[in-house]
T-cell receptor, first 116, second 114 residues
């Protein structure tokens, strides 16, 4: 079956630093990937839609200068949290849409970010 | 606008009981997809089912069954003879097939006690 990986699975960083999270589709091509954020005991909230070769589309209220998204290839999207603050601590989940089966969206295992 | 409501925040049952998780959705689209996911403590989402808006047939998979009713905009999930391993947060989600924009409900935390 289709597999999406995320790296790292967890990361601890200090306030003010930046951290990059990778999302890869391992056995299919994904022109479109999605980034979600999940705070403890809450639901998944869509942050942005990442499109290969073009700018990401951000949901209302998500700061595009803080959450930089780069979708440089058909199998890789990265989310960089810049100048991280403790309130950015969250569980970040990506998903990838299979280019061959457009209604299928596969989720990665998530990345737990803690900002101290 | 699309919206998914899971009114049950937490449910606790004793093993072997049947339990139904409710999901009500709102959408103006005639074509859409509905999903259920399980999220165990590890955090990774586990896909359970996808149903498109034109297929109202109920589905059974082992101890799991789903009841899709367009007339009431509901897509309920029943676990029969629950087990401790069923303990998790369950999310219902609605997707627009034009852009795969997926909206999740708030989730229902299910605890199955031995």
């Amino acid at each position: 079956g289709a597999v999406v990986s995320q790296h790292p699975s967890w990361v601890i960083c200090k306030s003010g630093t930046s951290v990059k999270i990778e999302c890869r589709s391992l056995d299919f091509q994904a022109t479109t990937m999605f980034w979600y954020r999940q705070f403890p005991k809450q639901s998944l909230m869509l942050m942005a839609t990442s499109n290969e070769g073009s700018k990401a589309t951000y949901e209302q209220g998500v700061e595009k200068d803080k959450f930089l998204i780069n979708h440089a290839s058909l199998t890789l999207s990265t989310l960089t949290v810049t100048s991280a603050h403790p309130e950015d601590s969250s569980f970040y989940i990506c998903s990838a849409r299979d280019d061959m089966v457009l209604y299928e969206q596969y989720f990665g295992p998530g990345t737990r970010l803690t900002v101290t | 606008a699309q919206k998914v409501t899971q009114a049950q925040t937490e449910i606790s049952v004793v093993e072997k009981e049947d339990v139904t998780l409710d999901c009500v959705y709102e959408t103006r689209d005639t074509t859409y997809y509905l999903f259920w996911y399980k999220q165990p403590p590890s955090g990774e989402l586990v896909f359970l089912i996808r149903r498109n808006s034109f297929d109202e047939q109920n589905e059974i998979s082992g101890r799991y069954s789903w009841n899709f009713q367009k007339s009431t905009s509901s897509f309920n999930f029943t676990i029969t003879a629950s087990q401790v391993v069923d303990s998790a947060v369950y999310f219902c989600a609605l997707s627009d097939p034009r852009n795969n924009d997926m909206r999740f409900g708030a989730g229902t935390r299910l605890t199955v006690k031995p």
